[in-house]
């Protein structure tokens, strides 16, 4: 991002649940803005930790953030306020109030999930508000397809769930096809058969088969010990 060398960020997690906001540095934490504010922090409150859990109404910047999905550039006292106990303000923060802040909200079918906020002593430049907003968008494009694969590895699943539930209860043993996608090769005896080839040894010497007779000798070594039936070997093959 193109950032001034002393600006950081913050990431403001958005339970819309509680309607609370979790305000935490991400990064920049090595800046030296960052170590400033840290440092003070710490002096006057040993048990200060960066990062904080209010309700998203605790201010208008983050009412305009999460309940009005809007972007906002604002001072740094605008976002602390409500935000910080007043005597952490009032020991620390003060003298951060005029920072110059941004902060863009991480929208995926028109819900906030979160939002970053970006921190520096000086008032950003257009190019650098470009940069934020297209860093943004990159976590947003991130987020929305982690959200995806969470939603087809639940779905996988269910269906899992539901096709072992159709082989357990089916009389005739048509769809238990357990083996069918491995890859690993099969044997049994001095037959030997690979499937990522499509090659089939005796003894060592390679086998001549045709594509059906292929797919009968994998089907019959995946139930090497089970005599299969004629309606089971036709569903199959």
């Known amino acids: 991002m193109d950032q001034t060398s002393a600006a950081f960020a913050c990431l403001a997690t958005f339970d819309s649940e509680s309607d609370s906001v979790t305000i935490?540095?991400?990064?920049?934490?090595?800046s030296s803005l960052f170590s400033?504010?840290?440092?003070?922090?710490?002096?006057?409150?040993?048990d200060w930790v960066p990062s904080i859990t209010v309700g998203a109404t605790a201010n208008t910047a983050l009412e305009t953030i999460f309940h009005g999905k809007s972007s906002i550039s604002m001072t740094a006292s605008e976002i602390i306020d409500e935000v910080l106990p007043h005597s952490l303000i009032n020991s620390t923060f003060d003298q951060f109030k005029d920072h110059s802040c941004v902060g863009i909200p991480i929208?995926?079918?028109?819900k906030v999930y979160a939002a970053i906020v970006f921190v520096a002593p000086t008032r950003f430049l257009k190019p650098q508000l470009e940069s934020f907003q297209a860093?943004?968008?990159?976590?947003?494009?991130?987020?929305?397809?982690?959200?995806?694969?969470?939603?087809l590895t639940d779905q996988i699943?269910?269906?899992?769930?539901?096709?072992?539930?159709?082989?357990?209860?089916?009389?005739?043993?048509?769809t238990q096809r357990t083996d069918s996608i491995s890859r690993s090769p099969r044997s049994?005896?001095?037959?030997?058969?690979?499937?990522?080839?499509q090659t089939a040894t005796r003894g060592g010497?390679?086998?001549?088969?045709?594509?059906?007779?292929?797919?009968?000798?994998n089907t019959f070594l995946q139930s090497a010990e089970t005599a299969l039936s004629r309606v089971q070997i036709i569903s199959r093959v």
Do not use: M
């Open 135 to 151: 860093y943004v968008d990159k976590a947003t494009d991130s987020l929305a397809r982690l959200f995806c694969e969470r939603r």
């Open 205 to 217: 010497r390679e086998l001549n088969l045709t594509k059906r007779e292929f797919d009968l000798l």
């Open 157 to 174: 699943e269910k269906l899992t769930q539901e096709r072992r539930q159709i082989q357990t209860v089916d009389p005739l043993g048509l």
């Open 107 to 110: 929208l995926i079918n028109n």
């Open 188 to 197: 049994f005896g001095e037959i030997r058969l690979s499937i990522e080839t």
């Open 24 to 30: 935490g540095a991400v990064s920049g934490i090595n």
């Open 36 to 46: 400033q504010i840290n440092n003070s922090a710490r002096r006057s409150h040993v």
